[in-house]
């Protein structure tokens, strides 16, 4: 129903930026929340921000003042990344909250990697 496929991954040095990209695609109407999560290696996903269709938005603490989530046209989602560290490097997936049911849609993931 739903499909999701990220961008704006890369390679950047510590206190850089990068701006990932989460684009939607099908019943795109039926989208509830957004979200980013990233995952490190061997572990589970982790929730880094979440948007709603209002606009309201959270973070995790370790991102606060330097991410920034945004949403475009309901079915467009953002990640603004600045002052990024090295431990902000993993594999970053964007999330869509699907119809009444709230079903899990995921993208195929896009790797953000830090230098020190």
């Known amino acids: 129903q739903v499909q999701l496929v990220e961008s704006g991954g890369g390679l950047v040095q510590a206190g850089g930026s990068l701006r990932l990209s989460c684009v939607a695609s099908g019943i795109t109407r039926i989208i509830e929340d957004m979200a980013w999560y990233l995952q490190h290696p061997g572990t589970q996903r982790e929730l880094v921000a979440r948007?709603?269709?209002?606009?309201?938005a959270i973070y995790v603490d370790s991102v606060k003042d330097r991410f920034t989530i945004s949403r475009d046209n309901k079915d467009t989602v953002y990640l603004q990344m600045n002052n990024l560290k090295p431990e902000d490097t993993a594999v970053y997936f964007c999330?869509?909250?699907?119809?009444?049911?709230?079903?899990?849609?995921w993208g195929q993931g896009t790797q953000v990697s830090v230098s020190a």
């Open positions: 999330n869509a909250k699907v119809g009444v049911a709230r079903r899990d849609a």
């Open positions: 948007i709603t269709r209002g606009g309201s």
